[in-house]
């Protein structure tokens, strides 16, 4: 069996830019819990990849969290007042030299997402049982552009043919069980 890349064969910089992002989850009206993500606009390093609502941190930020509330009420429409912040997340470090701080919120869903198209394609409603199913989670050997070598790479298969993958797959992963057994959010 050949030799893959491992997360550890990309070297993460030094000095990484202070990022953040809301993983906004919600209930629908059966009571299911979903997980909302954007499909990011060909604009960008990360042009087309799922990601959730976020951005660089801005000096007018407050804190890290002001920067993932702004980011996804500019990104998505998603008002302040509307989101109910649950946790902090862990940070996850990522070779494009990012250190992305993770909020997760509950939401009160708008009825209809605007987004703005120049960063956004789409706003995905992924229910968190469909992540949870084993039949969705895929491992597979890849080699992009700015990889120096193949690499194994986990990640969700969504409809519509997408890959959940890279940071985001490292920020839901460790959720998915403890928000579907209640851990976060009570009804």
Request: overall charge neutral; aromatic content about 12%.
């Given at each position: 069996m050949p030799a893959y890349l491992t997360l550890d064969d990309f070297p993460t910089p030094k000095n990484l830019r202070d990022s953040a992002v809301l993983v906004p989850i919600f209930e629908d009206a059966a009571g299911e819990l979903h997980v909302v993500m954007v499909r990011r606009s060909?604009?960008?390093?990360?042009?087309?990849?799922?990601?959730?609502?976020g951005g660089k941190h801005e000096p007018t930020d407050?804190?890290?969290?002001?920067?993932?509330?702004?980011?996804?009420?500019?990104?998505?429409?998603l008002a302040p007042a509307n989101v109910e912040v649950l946790a902090a997340l862990p940070t996850v470090d990522v070779p494009s030299g990012f250190?992305?701080?993770?909020?997760?919120?509950?939401?009160?869903?708008?009825?209809?997402?605007?987004?703005?198209?120049?960063?956004?394609?789409?706003?995905?409603?992924?229910?968190?049982?469909?992540?949870?199913?084993?039949?969705?989670?895929?491992?597979?050997?890849?080699?992009?552009?700015?990889?120096?070598?193949?690499?194994?790479?986990?990640?969700?298969?969504?409809?519509?043919?997408?890959?959940?993958?890279?940071?985001?797959?490292?920020?839901?992963?460790?959720l998915i069980q403890p928000l579907l057994a209640g851990e976060y959010v009570k009804s």
């Open positions: 060909s604009y960008g390093a990360h042009g087309g990849e799922l990601a959730f609502p407050a804190s890290l969290l002001a920067t993932a509330l702004r980011e996804a009420e500019e990104e998505v429409g250190r992305i701080t993770p909020f997760l919120g509950k939401i009160r869903r708008p009825e209809v997402w605007q987004w703005q198209q120049r960063e956004v394609e789409e706003v995905l409603e992924i229910p968190l049982r469909h992540l949870a199913d084993p039949t969705q989670h895929v491992e597979e050997v890849w080699q992009l552009p700015r990889w120096p070598g193949p690499r194994r790479v986990p990640f969700y298969q969504i409809a519509g043919g997408y890959k959940l993958w890279g940071a985001s797959y490292r920020i839901i992963s460790p």
